[in-house]
């Protein structure tokens, strides 16, 4: 019964490679989002997308690829990846109303080596 | 550039005592939240003040808010082991699209 819930948990990869991390929410949501959190805890956000549709696109390379199948659904795919790209990847969801918090998944520590 | 700033970066102090973090930012907002994370693990929800509202209570946390500063607090009483973890807020920007933007979090450590 987990709200949001995001894998992998953990992914090592190499530079290069093209990898996906998927995120799902049964909360009934309209809004999701992705986060990068780095080494120094800092919290950015990256996507949002409200029912299927991009809403927030906060200068992320474009190599960064999301894709919402479906207003549950908020997956993230990465092109090439660089060393630059490792951190802890968050995805999150809301509803798209003022006055509303976040729930977040467990989070996809992403290391490229 | 981070809208909040948070400080202290990181607090150690006894159990039984209480830990203040403060927060500050940028523009304006519709609300601040504050989040708590445990190590490795996802962001929680804690408690949500809306611009118009000074303070707030919920359990063991008080929030305050001051729209004239820009800045908010975030008051643990009676602090216990279990609360180490790490906080941060976020405001909810007047924007024409919603978005969460965090601070830089503050690390509490409570020492049993």
């Known amino acids: 019964d987990t709200a949001v819930s995001q894998t992998p948990k953990y992914l090592v990869t190499q530079m290069g490679n093209d990898k996906s991390i998927k995120c799902e929410q049964n909360?009934?949501?309209?809004?999701m989002y992705w986060y990068k959190q780095d080494s120094k805890k800092f919290l950015k956000i990256m996507f949002s997308?409200?029912?299927?549709?991009?809403?927030i696109n906060e200068t992320v390379p474009n190599r960064f690829s999301p894709k919402s199948p479906d207003k549950a659904h908020l997956n993230l795919h990465i092109n090439s990846l660089e060393l630059g790209d490792s951190a802890v990847y968050f995805c999150?969801?809301?509803?798209?109303?003022?006055?509303?918090?976040?729930?977040f998944g467990q989070g996809t520590r992403l290391t490229v080596v | 550039s981070q809208q909040g700033e948070e400080d202290p970066q990181a607090l150690s102090i006894q159990e039984g005592e209480n830990a203040t973090m403060n927060c500050s930012y940028k523009?304006?907002?519709?609300?601040l939240q504050w989040y708590r994370q445990n190590s490795g693990r996802g962001l929680v929800h804690l408690i949500l003040?809306?611009?118009?509202?000074r303070e707030k209570h919920s359990g063991r946390l008080r929030v305050t808010l001051d729209t004239s500063k820009k800045s908010s607090s975030l008051l643990i009483t009676a602090s216990r082991a279990a609360d180490t973890a790490s906080y941060f807020c976020a405001t909810d920007v007047v924007d024409s699209s919603y978005k969460l933007i965090f601070g830089s979090g503050t690390r509490l450590l409570v020492r049993p």
């Open positions: 997308y409200n029912n299927k549709e991009l809403i």
């Open positions: 003040i809306r611009s118009n509202e």
């Open positions: 909360l009934g949501h309209d809004t």
């Open positions: 999150a969801s809301s509803l798209l109303d003022q006055d509303t918090e976040a729930f």
């Open positions: 523009t304006s907002i519709n609300n």
